[in-house]
T-cell receptor, first 118, second 112 residues
Framework: DAMVIQNPRYQVTQFGKPVTLSCSQTLNHNVMYWYQQKSSQAPKLLFHYYDKDFNNEADTPDNFQSRRPNTSFCFLDIRSPGLGDAAMYLCATSRAGGLTSGRADTQYFGPGTRLTVL | DAKTTQPTSMDCAEGRAANLPCNHS???????VYWYRQIHSQGPQYIIHGLKNNETNEMASLIITEDRKSSTLILPHATLRDTAVYYC?????????????FGGGTRLMVKP
């Protein structure tokens, strides 16, 4: 089945130690998103890639970076994790119809990676 | 994005219909109504979306009022596995960069 895959499902890192979370998709979607969800809160968008174009949300800290080497894969890099970065990180994908298509592009989510910072 | 208002929590008896309301009084003409749900410790799951007309799929029905200022998600025969947080989101349909702005959602508890 076509799907969005996130690895690992659980990640433990130390304060200040760089960590990378990965997302892959078999949907051949051209847009990939990263959301952060802290405990008991709603998901919040960090950034997204529209094909190779990177779009950062204004309030996303510089500590968070992303890479998309090809259509199928997207990575979230946290350069120096702090205790406040402990959260569930969600990857989502969609197929964009473009600015003039008028078609809603539904986002499909992976299962998430739960990050613990010690 | 237009903001939505949902009840914080609701209960529903197993086997009965669950009707989840959502107010989106500032919705504009090109904005769709989307519903997602999130079961504990899982990623959000797409349920259904609509623009003007009522919609139905294998998971649920979406009823949108004629003035589009509110909508109701209907789970016709709720099961225990439908216990989740349900998010109502409005967003333009044409721009891939438009994020899903999640509000507080409704925590639905299906009880035996």
């Amino acid at each position: 089945d076509a799907m969005v895959i996130q690895n690992p499902r659980y990640q433990v890192t130390q304060f200040g130690k760089p960590v990378t979370l990965s997302c892959s998709q078999t949907l051949n979607h051209n847009v990939m998103y990263w959301y952060q969800q802290k405990s008991s809160q709603a998901p919040k968008l960090l950034f997204h890639y529209y094909d190779k174009d990177f779009n950062n949300e204004a309030d996303t800290p510089d500590n968070f970076q992303s890479r998309r080497p090809n259509t199928s894969f997207c990575f979230l890099d946290i350069r120096s994790p702090g205790l406040g970065d402990a959260a569930m990180y969600l990857c989502a994908t969609s197929r964009a119809g473009g600015l003039t298509s008028g078609r809603a592009d539904t986002q499909y989510f992976g299962p998430g990676t739960r990050l613990t910072v010690l | 994005d237009a903001k939505t208002t949902q009840p914080t929590s609701m209960d529903c008896a197993e086997g009965r219909a669950a009707n989840l309301p959502c107010n989106h009084s500032t919705i504009s003409g090109n904005e769709y109504v989307y519903w997602y749900r999130q079961i504990h410790s899982q990623g959000p799951q797409y349920i259904i979306h609509g623009l003007k007309n009522n919609e139905t799929n294998e998971m649920a029905s979406l009823i949108i009022t004629e003035d589009r200022k509110s909508s109701t998600l209907i789970l016709p025969h709720a099961t225990l596995r439908d216990t989740a947080v349900y998010y109502c989101i409005v967003r333009p349909g044409y721009n891939a960069g438009n994020m899903l702005t999640f509000g507080g959602g409704t925590r639905l508890m299906v009880k035996p």
